[in-house]
């Protein structure tokens, strides 16, 4: 009877030590964090009682070297907290208030063939509207070096959730948005989606960031990052069935994504939750997340008011002509004389 308490307590303590919990601080947002029987980094989300991310899968395919995905021991974990007010450049506000818990994971990986030892660190930072978090890539003389093929971040979804989605493409993002289920997405189906011009979703499920979600309980999801430097832009893939998206990062012409070099990190990805669709714009989580500026004068910055046509004009409800006339000399016609046609694009509608 002892030698099987002993074990159980050997078992259960195994467990606490894989599995971290992280709360915001206001208590709504609650991440946990575990390695799986594969030593998998798996992470998931809930906000007040509602899960938003199930349990999802970190890592990354590497090139000519095995993936950073399974196989990980966790070595270290640091929790801190971190609170301050400051003042932007330029924006809508004059002062952000940047207050976040923080877990940082440093996990352990041991590959068979060939050989070797590697670390990277998970860093999460949970805001009380939301999630931040990043890899880490420590100097190791195991990793110092390599190019990443792609990033597979994993957002499992609880469910078919209304999505705000333009297609997933490399060279553009001037696509007018859809509103769908997310089992709906798909590029060919997206409104003035042409197959003949030169603008091209990667994949029929791939969508871009920011990505806007609502679930059936009335939560807004906003997947997007953040502090994006020397780096891949991220994608998502979208599986229609399972109703989870699988990070994409845009590749050069050969295939590869990122080329890094020790000491290394990723941009932050970023899921901001709320049950008030104004919350999920007024948020500064992106803002706190962002490096501050490296301008030590900002002084010749002036903010000034904008007006812009372009998207009516783009999607042919608008154009720059104030009436229907050709041939026209500015400096000689009669502006009064002139009908209206009534599509101007600037406008305040």
Do not use: C
């Not at 809930?46 to 966790?74: A, H, M, N």
């Amino acid at each position: 009877m002892k030698k099987l308490s002993f074990l159980f307590l050997i078992l259960l303590f195994a467990v606490s030590v894989s599995a971290q919990s992280l709360q915001s601080p206001n208590g709504n947002l609650s991440l946990n964090f575990k390695l799986n029987e594969r030593g998998e980094p798996v992470y998931s989300l809930i906000y007040k009682r509602y899960d938003v991310i199930k349990p999802s899968k970190l890592g990354f395919e590497l090139k000519g070297q095995p993936d950073l995905r399974g196989g990980f021991t966790i070595i270290d974990t640091k929790k801190s907290e971190f609170n301050e007010t400051w003042n932007p450049v330029w924006g809508e506000v004059k002062t952000i208030r940047n207050n976040y818990r923080e877990l940082a994971v440093t996990l352990q990986q041991k590959t068979v063939e060939p050989m070797i030892t590697r670390k990277i660190i998970v860093r999460f930072r949970l805001f009380d509207d939301g999630l931040g978090f990043r890899y880490e890539f420590p100097v190791q003389d195991e990793l110092k070096y390599f190019t990443v093929n792609d990033e597979k971040t994993e957002f499992n979804l609880t469910g078919d959730h209304k999505t705000f989605w333009i297609p997933g493409d490399y060279d553009s993002q001037e696509y007018a948005y859809n509103t769908t289920k997310l089992s709906e997405v798909a590029a060919s189906k997206s409104k003035y989606y042409d197959p003949n011009s030169d603008k091209k979703a990667y994949a029929e499920n791939a969508v871009q960031t920011p990505l806007m979600l609502k679930s059936a309980d009335g939560l807004y999801i906003n997947i997007h990052e953040a502090a994006l430097v020397d780096y891949p832009a991220m994608y998502l893939n979208v599986d229609r069935e399972k109703f989870s998206l699988v990070s994409h990062l845009a590749p050069n012409a050969v295939g590869s994504s990122a080329f890094l070099q020790t000491p290394a990190q990723t941009p932050w990805r970023t899921v901001i939750i709320s049950d008030k669709a104004t919350d999920i714009l007024a948020s500064k989580l992106i803002l706190n997340l962002n490096e501050p500026t490296k301008y030590t004068d900002t002084s010749y910055i002036k903010p000034q008011k904008f007006v812009g046509v372009w998207w009516e004009m783009h999607i042919n409800t608008g154009t720059w002509n104030y009436a229907d006339l050709s041939n026209v000399k500015i400096d000689e016609i009669d502006w009064k004389s002139v009908k209206p046609n009534g599509k101007h694009a600037a406008n305040t509608a």
